[in-house]
């Protein structure tokens, strides 16, 4: 699946109406059909009262012809058209002429007329704006918004909730805080973004039959990182190989008071199938990784970079770093050293991102199509000055560019940003993963699977998705609040297993 712009969702619909051909008040069909089979499949159609509030746009269309086909389940229906002093677009006056023959109660929002007082048992539909928003909600209109979400009422908004912009920031301008949004053939970018979560609630992707050869025609703003994909990416082991033909990663983690994230990384690396795995860890924690995880080896660290690490990085795949690494001049040392003497790609969590934010100079040293995985914070750090998620996702994209590396940008869809332009928003996981140490075994599967030998781009995405597919699994096993760090990597073998199933 896509990520569209709205003006390229508009063009879309333009599209399918020539080429199909379909009329465009039969493509609003469409829409309200589906609307009203999701109410239907999803035991809803059986409210006592359903408050439809309509602009008079195509979206005010959706919502009076959804209002008709209630009604033709005889549910009671009152609309609600919010009045402009213009006419509405000629699907919506052509749906609007269709429902006065019916006994639905129309009731118009006058400029100087008290906003409706809804009883509590109704639903509310919000088909005021959708993708139309051009500019943010006031007058009449933010007051009808701030009316609604006062309201006990759970609310459903058509296409996007009304007031949020499909490819801006919203914030902090006035928007319905829905329960559902049921939108149309694909995500828009609004959707996907966690500042927006309080508004859209759960999003729900109608199909409503839009052409999709048109899709061959543009370029999408981002991509949906989904589990054909995945399964498209994952490589099965071949039956005659050895530890050698799998790789030798290195990874430098830990310190005092946080060697378990040193821990969780290496676990992580080794479970996602690398043949060899060095840990370099301070010499004051020596004993705690080979009790810990005799399956790794391990160099210590003192006061100066190891000799052998030294002369020796070609005999690593690839290195990561940062999973409790700390930021003493110990350690900014050695992430200088690695990053100015490898080849390879490297992968940077936490710390080793802490260290690259405080020198440009490592950023331009990064070898090409290293992995970057920051969480919102340390991406801040990296790139000063978002102030929205949409700043976020904007300058992760063009950090992957300006330095040819692949960026990672953790969250609930977390976002990868390729060196080409290209990005995808993840599709996998769910809260049980918002816990200490989640983002140390991520660093650990991507480290895990470069040494395995997949292709950065490949090591992202597969990495990424089967990060999301542990928290599945394992929330469903010992519950959402429950899940551990380390009960993700133990699902990373019924991760795999889940994508290689026939």
């Known amino acids: 699946m896509v990520v569209l712009s709205a003006e390229q969702v508009r063009a879309w619909d333009r599209f399918t109406i020539e080429q199909k051909p379909i009329a465009s008040i039969d493509l609003m069909e469409n829409a309200a059909t589906a609307c009203i089979k999701w109410l239907e499949a999803n035991n809803l159609i059986a409210q006592q009262q359903f408050y439809i509030f309509c602009g008079k746009g195509n979206n005010g269309g959706e919502g009076l012809a959804i209002a008709r086909l209630l009604q033709a389940f ?54 005021l704006l959708g993708t139309g928003l051009n500019r943010p909600a006031e007058g009449r209109l933010a007051a009808l918004i701030a009316h609604l979400n006062q309201a006990p009422n759970p609310i459903i908004s058509i296409d996007l909730p009304s007031g949020l912009f499909a490819d801006r920031s919203t914030l902090p301008a006035p928007c319905i805080k829905a329960a559902v949004t049921l939108s149309f053939q694909c995500y828009k970018t609004a959707l996907l973004l966690a500042e927006n979560a309080s508004y859209y609630g759960l999003p729900v992707i109608l199909d409503i039959g839009l052409e999709a050869r048109f899709l061959a025609t543009i370029l999408p703003a981002y991509e949906m990182l989904e589990e054909s994909i995945a399964r498209a990416i994952l490589q099965p082991r071949p039956a005659h190989a050895h530890k050698g033909n799998f790789g030798h990663a290195l990874l430098l983690a830990g310190s005092s008071g946080k060697m378990g994230a040193a821990i969780l990384a290496a676990k992580a690396c080794l479970r996602a199938g690398t043949g060899l795995l060095t840990t370099l860890v301070p010499e004051s924690e020596a004993q705690v990784l080979p009790i810990a995880l005799p399956e790794s080896m391990t160099l210590f660290y003192k006061k100066q970079v190891p000799e052998v690490v030294g002369t020796d990085l070609e005999k690593f795949k690839t290195i990561g770093m940062g999973p409790g690494l700390g930021k003493d ?21 936490a710390d080793a991102l802490n260290i690259l934010a405080g020198s440009p100079a490592l950023l331009e040293a990064l070898p090409p199509f290293s992995i970057l995985t920051p969480h919102p914070k340390e991406f801040d750090r990296l790139c000063p000055g978002a102030v929205n998620d949409f700043d976020r996702i904007n300058a992760a994209a063009r950090l992957a560019i300006r330095y040819q590396v692949i960026v990672v940008l953790k969250g609930h869809h977390s976002f990868i940003a390729m060196p080409g332009g290209r990005a995808w928003f993840n599709t996998s996981g769910n809260a049980a993963m918002a816990k200490a140490g989640s983002g140390d075994v991520l660093t650990g599967l991507l480290t895990g699977l470069l040494a395995r030998g997949y292709t950065p781009e490949q090591a992202a995405l597969l990495g990424v998705y089967l990060h999301g597919i542990c928290g599945e699994i394992a929330s469903r096993k010992w519950g959402m609040e429950a899940v551990l760090a380390s009960d993700l990597i133990d699902s990373i073998g019924p991760a795999f297993l889940s994508l290689s199933a026939v």
């Open 74 to 127: 005889n549910r009671p229906v009152d609309v609600f058209i919010l009045e402009t002093g213009q006419l509405g677009s000629p699907d919506f006056q052509q749906n609007l002429h269709r429902l006065h023959t019916l006994p639905v109660n129309l009731h118009y929002i006058q400029e100087s007329s008290p906003l409706p007082v809804i009883p509590e048992q109704g639903l509310i539909i919000d088909a």
């Open 329 to 349: 001049p110990i350690a900014r040392e050695l992430v200088a050293h690695f990053i100015q003497g490898s080849r390879k790609p490297l992968v940077l969590d």
